[in-house]
């Protein structure tokens, strides 16, 4: 029977003197004459475990070669150290090697760059940074499902495939089953009846409006599943697949919205401040300095909320050079997060938005000039949540999407939420990759999801 | 200040008397001469409240012709009725509608046919029987994750586009950002070069292969996703697009994997039967009779564990007239399927399955003919996971891939997983809408899915 390394070093005392067995890998091996120092992870737990061996095994001079890499299965005796670096250590009666490793094994104990890692990203997870990183990402995604459950929320699974493209198809992925090489053509056009669905199909970016459908039966719902963008760009912060939440709350207003996305926030910083404490200090130590003090800040923060209008203003006053001029009719560029953030020292919420540079689904406010849409900014992370109150005027809704050209007859279902009891409700999307880079302080998105896709690159 | 109607439900002590404020969607109004009675749901809670309200309220015509599917604001007093079929009553002080709702609302309290609520699947939600099945899937979503957490597993999400076309590109989905009428074309091909990842790209069935190179890092990982599959099959049990959980557990044998499938399904359907109660009962009245006894023996049985061999012995044993002859080379059908699963009474395990009929990561027996392949088949849905140990000798593997030609180039990542510390490991797959079909007892898996994708189908 096998020991999971967590187990151990979470309930040591349990274990002293007891013999067990263990199955990892060999992460570095330091052989003496008469003896020798094995450190071995198995994945369940950040640290490693230090298993002695010496002269008196059958196998160790073999022992003494096992290289970097191996997966191996270890009978010892547990022996609690408290006086040394690690708390334990597991003295070996027998060690067997269950898998050869190479002496070319990429992932050698030394410092590899994140470029050459990205080449690896299969082998990736074995190094510390990737384990700390997929792990914070891992349980992320549990506070988030935690909170949301929690709080009385329905999980809801909208689809990713579509045929309607109102968001513009040029945005989407289109997708097919013909052979793209010999496509049926009809009229000039492609044919599309001969498709698996009947017509042209993409893939979307986004469940929002599936979302408020249930969010009419149920009150409160939350999506979290993989989105898709085809935008051509290469920087480090966009993705062509990523994972995003997007809740949706019926009787809910701007205000609400805003209270529910901090305590959410907050919710999912303290789980996994808790749940990693190992994987954040590394990450303070090796990747961000100061990581664990930014999110303990935020923990105790009141988020701030103020109008666009007012962040225009701040700016305006500011003594500072812009690249761009702060403008009460644009969006606000990533040097006037900056300054906004650092100006109020903690997470700012940037509410009511001039209406032409928001979607058409946004409340239009009774100024008639702004809607009331909310983004969440956060010191050195920028944007990490954009929402807002939903138009639930049926007319107003209408005449903002013949406004920005927005087709209402293919998503004549989505108005019917309108029709049929109607009622304030609010939204947010929060982007996840975008999370876990503001909670282990990884800067290239490309680092932060497992298999990045990005322009030009889809490995693996 | 809202009150939820769950909260109220399950603290209805500590609301005695209280005067709060709830907001809704009217399911049905008797309006007498004096007084009326609203049923009100607001989707945190199964049940509806029934709001009484009487003649001294200023609006009273005007409630009296509240119509099905308005939303409604009510402030009333919490009367407990321990007497009455609803433990408690709502005595109104003020009503107000927020939405109103048309004569010609689809959802009526009454019976509609669920091919007719698969044309409105945007309102279905708003029905009893699909606020029953889409909690339960939230629910059993949240069951799943709770239970691979809980024991440590990483949640790795795997990419869904793909430019290795090992599947076979007949089984994927294309996805492309180019102009399909105008593709642009080199040597009688199309030139992908030009396309977002200078390559042709697909959207993937499985991250079985991604998730092993994770757990050759973490040990146990799983997976939670959507999945698509291209076939133009109108079926009951098939969509193009449904959701997928792929666990894969290092240092773990085929016995190992059966033990893991076993606890972690039982934990999901105890898990359901608690969390809801009022939605098993519905749907062990409407939908499938017997569906809580179903589930309650699951938990009570102990999994049968049969090779394929002994299967097919039994079936060959019986009296049965087959449509499909039993053979010990070939897959077992439905009909066997359903005769196994009655003859044990319960859950069972069918192992060691022919390997020509398996695909090629599969462990090979050493009777050189069967791999330790396990088929976990129930009574009434009958196969619910598949899973396998996987080869882990990559002279077996290669030899495999080559018999069953598969190009091995396309995932030379992949054998990095039997090159650098490789070891036993197995993994399984369960399509979560074959779960939800199984908690539920909905037949359909358009039903069981909250905007179903088949076949020239592809509404919302």
Redesign the interface.
Request: proline share 6%; hydrophobic share 40%.
């Given at each position: 029977m096998?020991t999971?390394v967590?187990q151990l070093f979470l309930n040591k005392e349990a274990y002293e003197e007891k013999q067990i067995t263990i199955?990892?890998?060999?992460k570095t091996n330091r052989a003496q004459a008469q003896f020798g120092f094995l450190n071995v992870n198995?994945?369940?737990y950040f640290d490693n475990i230090q298993v002695v061996y010496d002269e008196k095994l059958d196998n160790f001079d073999e022992i003494s070669k096992f290289r970097v890499?191996?997966?191996v299965k270890i009978e010892g005796v547990v022996k609690l150290t408290p006086q040394m670096k690690q708390p334990l250590e597991l003295h070996a009666v027998c060690i067997e090697m269950?898998?050869?490793?190479?002496e070319d094994?990429p992932?050698q104990p030394k410092r590899h760059t994140r470029e050459f890692l990205r080449d690896?990203a299969?082998?990736r997870?074995?190094t510390n940074l990737?384990?700390a990183v997929?792990?914070i990402?891992?349980?992320a995604?549990?506070a988030i499902?935690r909170y949301f459950?929690d709080n009385?929320y329905?999980?809801?699974?909208?689809?990713?495939?579509?045929?309607?493209d109102c968001e513009g198809s040029d945005q989407m992925?289109?997708?097919?089953?013909?052979d793209?090489?010999n496509?049926p053509m009809a009229e000039?056009?492609?044919d599309f009846t001969k498709d698996?669905?009947?017509?042209?199909?993409f893939?979307t970016g986004s469940g929002q409006l599936?979302g408020e459908?249930?969010a009419?039966?149920?009150?409160?719902i939350y999506t979290f599943?993989?989105t898709?963008r085809?935008e051509?760009s290469n920087t480090k912060t966009h993705a062509?697949?990523f994972?995003m939440i997007e809740p949706e709350m019926?009787?809910c207003d701007l205000e609400g919205l805003m209270d529910i996305e901090e305590e959410m926030l907050k919710y999912v910083v303290n789980y996994v401040l808790k749940e990693c404490p190992l994987e954040i200090d590394f990450c303070d130590q090796f990747v961000a300095k100061g990581l664990k003090d930014k999110l303990n800040h935020l923990l105790n923060s009141k988020f701030v909320r103020i109008t666009h209008h007012e962040v225009i203003d701040l700016l305006k006053k500011s003594n500072n050079k812009w690249e761009f001029l702060p403008s009460y009719e644009d969006d606000i560029a990533k040097e006037h997060e900056k300054y906004i953030t650092e100006y109020f020292n903690g997470p700012v919420f940037i509410t009511n938005w001039p209406k032409d540079i928001k979607a058409y689904y946004m409340k239009l406010n009774s100024d008639g000039k702004t809607v009331a849409a909310v983004d969440l900014v956060v010191p050195q992370a920028g944007e990490l949540m954009g929402g807002s109150q939903r138009e639930?005027d049926l007319e107003k809704l209408l005449n903002r999407m013949s406004e920005m050209h927005v087709d209402s007859k293919e998503i004549d279902?989505?108005l019917?939420?309108r029709?049929?009891?109607?009622?304030?409700h609010s939204g947010f999307g929060m982007g996840f990759e975008r999370l876990v880079m503001y909670l282990t302080g990884i800067e290239n998105i490309r680092d932060a999801?497992?298999?990045p896709?990005t322009?030009?690159?889809?490995?693996?």
């Open positions: 096998r999971k967590k199955m990892g890998w060999v198995d994945g369940t890499g191996m997966s269950l898998g050869d490793c190479p094994y992932i690896v299969h082998l997870p074995r990737f384990h997929f792990r990402r891992s349980v995604a549990m499902h459950q009385g329905l999980y809801v699974h909208t689809p990713l495939i579509t045929c309607a992925f289109k997708i097919s089953t013909l793209l090489k496509l000039g056009k492609v698996l669905f009947g017509k042209q199909a893939i599936h459908t249930f009419m039966a149920f009150s409160d599943g993989p898709f085809t051509n062509n697949e994972w019926a009787f639930e279902w989505y019917d939420t029709r049929y009891g109607g009622c304030i999801i497992p298999f896709r322009p030009k690159n889809c490995e693996f």
